[in-house]
């Protein structure tokens, strides 16, 4: 072939890359391509994970899937070197290339070795050596949400577990909550299927189940460190909160996190800064709310005089529960002429000075 064939050849191989580039871009679809392959094939790069785990590495006999993304790296040709998705119907669409490649069901090496071959045949390198890699997958991976410090869909292409996968999500919020609920994926039901039996691992063969976030952080029990697949969600409830009103120096509702699981009236007023002096500490409620009870609500007394001193049990606070502690009317008015005096006291000895 002439070097003046070979650059005619060059250059139109060039022009149809600058063409490819702008179908990709979003917009009507150019006429014979397959739908979804546009407004697929170039994407954003993907964050990786902010914690290594072997989950997250593919493996070797991995098969693509659909919507897969893939990074293709083709030596010596940077202008096709970059990242596609696979389209919904498992094919790869190539620029230059006139037809979309089977993708779905190979692995990494086999689609790349159908790359080179296709390249091959429409004489467009000669002798390519690609690479292939799954950078996302949507069938292959797990959804954290909720109270952790990176709530997002992560890459798994394995079997992992429940500590690893909140490492994955940068670990727990301080407002998470002291459970975590796992919902199986269509692998997962599968894997766990033949768990059913007496004795199996918390949460085999259910869809959907908790676990207790607060006792496995504390034992490490390997028992509540259940497994995790790809396809599984993985949600932490924002903990529940307690409201402390009335006569305290800082009232406010108070997140019951992992650290405060079992909250206390005590505990819960000395996050309120204490009692006021003009508080009626002997006719102190707890406003406790539920269908099961009584026009929908109970109400608990609380004497914080004896319960300060030891003498009657320190009530357990329940998520929505409302700690409230009066204030006399007469001591706040006694209290208000003080700080009265107080201030036109402090005025005349300014003045005077």
């Known amino acids: 072939m002439s070097s003046r064939k070979q650059l005619a050849r060059l250059l139109v191989a060039k022009l149809a890359i600058v063409s490819f580039a702008f179908a990709a871009l979003p917009g009507p679809l150019a006429s014979g391509q397959e739908p979804g392959a546009a407004g697929s094939s170039a994407v954003q790069p993907v964050l990786p994970p902010t914690a290594s785990s072997a989950a997250t590495r593919v493996p070797e006999d991995y098969l693509i899937s659909p919507e897969d993304l893939l990074d293709i790296y083709i030596m010596d040709v940077p ?30 090496d086999e689609i790349s070795k159908e790359l080179a071959s296709a390249l091959r045949a429409n004489g467009l390198v000669s002798n390519p050596h690609i690479s292939v890699t799954v950078k996302e997958s949507r069938l292959h991976s797990v959804a954290i949400a909720g109270a952790v410090k990176k709530p997002q869909i992560y890459p798994v292409f394995g079997r992992t577990n429940l500590l690893d996968i909140l490492s994955l999500g940068g670990g727990l919020d301080e407002n998470a909550g002291s459970v975590v609920r796992i919902t199986r994926g269509e692998l997962g039901m599968r894997a766990v299927s033949d768990e059913t039996r007496p004795g199996a691992a918390t949460g085999a063969g259910q869809q959907s189940f908790t676990i207790d976030l607060k006792r496995l952080l504390e034992t490490g029990d390997p028992e509540l460190n259940v497994a995790v697949y790809p396809g599984d969600s993985v949600t932490v409830p924002m903990g529940g909160v307690v409201y402390v009103v009335g006569a305290v120096n800082k009232p406010g509702g108070f997140v019951l996190s992992t650290q405060r699981q079992g909250l206390t009236v005590t505990q819960a007023l000395a996050l309120a800064e204490n009692p006021k002096d003009t508080a009626i500490k002997d006719k102190a409620l707890v406003v406790r709310r539920g269908e099961q009870y009584p026009g929908g609500r109970k109400e608990i007394a609380v004497n914080l005089r004896t319960v300060m001193a030891g003498n009657s049990p320190d009530v357990v606070l329940q998520p ?9 009317s007469s001591r706040k008015a006694l209290r208000r002429g003080a700080d009265a005096a107080i201030q036109m006291l402090i005025g005349a000895v300014i003045w005077r000075l």
């Open 79 to 108: 202008e096709l070197s970059r990242q596609y998705r696979v389209t919904p119907s498992g094919r790869l669409v190539f620029p230059l290339l006139p037809s979309a490649i089977k993708a779905e069901g190979l692995t990494p």
């Open 320 to 328: 929505n529960d409302i700690l409230y502690i009066p204030e006399s």
